[in-house]
Each structure stands twice: as C-alpha cells, then as structure tokens.
C-alpha cells in the first residue's frame, strides 16, 4: 500500500508541477483580472460583497491558519468548521484567494496525506490541521509556539500587532504596507526567541519556508518552503501586505469589507511565484541578529515564576 500510495504520489507531483510551469507562463501573457472582478462569478465574495462574518462559537472547530478560519467565519465553508472535505477546501481557497488550481491541489493533497485521509472521500475539522509539525509550526508570526499555547487556532495578539507595527513602507495612496524586510526581520526574531525559551523547539527548513509560506510534500515546496515563509508569503501577496486589511483579516479572521485578492494574475499565484517570494523572504532572515534580544527573553523566562 506504501508503495502504490508513493508511486501516486510522485506522479501527481509531476503533474502538478509541469501544469503549474504552463500557467506560470498563461498569467505572463494573459490580462490580469479586472479590479471588483478578482472573485469570479457566482463564488462567494464576488464584486466584493462578502458572507455576513461571524466570530466562532465555543464548539465550532478553527486552526491556526487565519485565511481558513476567514472562510468558516463568512460561511464560505461550514461556519462551524467540521465535516469539510477536502474538495471543497481546495475549490473555495483557489477562488477566494485567486490561488491557482495547482497551488490550491497541492496544499489540500498535502493535508490529506498529513492526515491519512482521501482527498475524494474523506472530510476534516478545521482543528486537525494543527497537528504539530504538519502545517503547524513552532516560531510562528501569529501563534505562541504549541509547547506554551496547545489550542493553536489562539491568536497572539502582541505577535499580531508586532507585526502590523513593523510596515516599514507605503504604497502609492499612502496605505502602510508590511514589507518582504520587514516579514524577514520579524521571522529572524520569532525563531531566535522560541529556540531559546522552548525547549521543545523544533524547526525544519520545511517549515521555516512554510511560515513564509505554509504548504508541503517531499521534493516540492514542502523542502524549499517553511509553514513561516507560506504565511508570510500569502500575506504579502493575497492582502499585498496592507496593514489596514491585515487588521482586519488577522485580528478577527475576517474578509475586509470590499476586499478583494491583491492577485490579479488570471490563473492565481502559482507555485513557483510563491516559492520565488518563500525564498526571497527567507533569505532575509538572520536569527543572528537576534542572539541578544533571545538571551534576554530566556534570562527572563528562567526568573519568572511557574
């Protein structure tokens, strides 16, 4: 059964990443998407007009990814985020976001395979997306690691608002955005912190481009692209790092009002653009630069309290 199920898998990777090279290329020399007509037509949140948003109940089931709790939040998918399958998630995430179809399969395949389910078959909670070390990720920009923090669909609001402070530069109607430098910094901090006060940390290339980003599968993005480089990515590219929406989306996990993916490309955010701004971002962080500033967080750690 491992065999097959490795034979499959290897031939859907090449699939994928040979169909993702073709819409690459479509998106260079197809016209963008009109502004207002980003969301296509008859999916939840097109012309801008979103699902009602309403926060999570005490039984409802979230993660700690903010662009899925957005869509249980608005009833782009179960409001009380359980019993989804994998083929919604997949559809909903691509059109929400303007991901394109092979970026959207892999991440939702990847799940799947995480959590050895069908992709056709089977459904999830939202919650069991943060099995830690699949998706979920120590040193995260929005999370305090698992080892102090278990329920990991918890914000950290001091780490959100951090961030939200660090937009360094603006675009040209002057809205504050948060830049490629900036999410590198924040990262390089994050990391060199929770290795010092976590002695459970744990952090593997994988996930240090997921972070940037938040997607895998051996000898794909999982390998070249961090859970911290995945979010990082997404939030520069789907929200093009405004710190007016980013409020919104990341503080409350909801769709900001007439908002809109900031991709506009026809086929979405492919693999490769998204592994060339994990990259980016990631070769941006120097944990280095943070080795005072950790030894300060663990000195105090070690004289506080349990």
């Given at each position: 059964m491992g065999f097959f199920s490795n034979v499959s898998n290897f031939f859907y990777e090449a699939?994928?990443?040979?169909?993702?090279?073709?819409?690459?290329?479509l998106n260079l020399v197809e016209k963008k998407r009109r502004i207002g007509g980003v969301t296509p037509e008859g999916h939840p949140g097109y012309g801008r007009h979103w699902p009602e948003f309403k926060p999570p109940g005490e039984?409802?089931?979230?993660?700690?990814?903010?662009g899925l709790n957005a869509l249980a939040n608005h009833g782009i998918i179960?409001?009380?985020?359980?019993?989804?399958?994998?083929v919604e998630l997949d559809r909903h995430v691509q059109a929400t976001y303007n991901i394109s179809s092979t970026l959207s399969s892999f991440v939702a395949h990847y799940a799947a395979r995480m959590l050895k389910k069908s992709f056709n078959r089977d459904t999830l909670d939202l919650e069991e997306l943060d099995l830690h070390n699949g998706i979920e990720h120590d040193a995260s920009l929005l999370r305090l690691d698992a080892a102090f923090e278990p329920n990991q669909s918890t914000k950290h609001v001091p780490y959100i608002e951090?961030?939200?402070?660090?937009?360094?530069?603006?675009?040209?109607?002057?809205?504050?955005?948060?830049?490629v430098k900036d999410l590198s910094k924040l990262l390089g901090k994050r990391r060199a912190v929770s290795r010092a006060v976590n002695k459970e940390f744990t952090?593997?290339?994988?996930?240090?481009?997921?972070?940037?980003?938040?997607?895998?599968?051996?000898?794909?993005?999982?390998?070249?692209?961090?859970?911290?480089?995945?979010?990082?990515?997404?939030?520069?590219?789907?929200?093009?790092?405004?710190?007016?929406?980013?409020?919104?989306?990341?503080?409350?996990?909801?769709?900001?009002?007439?908002?809109?993916?900031?991709?506009?490309?026809?086929?979405?955010?492919?693999?490769i653009n998204f592994n060339?701004?994990?990259?980016?971002?990631?070769?941006?962080?120097?944990?280095?630069?943070?080795?005072?500033?950790?030894?300060?967080?663990?000195?105090?750690?070690?004289?506080?309290?349990v």
């Open positions: 699939r994928i990443r040979s169909w993702d090279v073709v819409l690459t290329l039984t409802d089931s979230r993660c700690s990814c903010p179960s409001r009380s985020g359980r019993d989804i399958s994998f951090e961030l939200l402070a660090a937009a360094s530069n603006k675009d040209k109607d002057g809205n504050d955005v948060v830049t952090l593997k290339l994988f996930h240090k481009l997921f972070g940037c980003a938040k997607y895998l599968i051996s000898s794909s993005v999982s390998e070249h692209n961090p859970n911290h480089l995945v979010s990082a990515s997404l939030l520069l590219s789907t929200m093009g790092g405004r710190v007016d929406d980013l409020q919104s989306f990341l503080l409350h996990e909801q769709l900001p009002e007439g908002w809109e993916s900031r991709v506009r490309d026809s086929h979405g955010l492919t693999l060339k701004l994990a990259l980016k971002i990631e070769l941006g962080v120097h944990e280095k630069d943070w080795a005072q500033v950790a030894q300060e967080a663990a000195e105090h750690d070690r004289a506080t309290p």
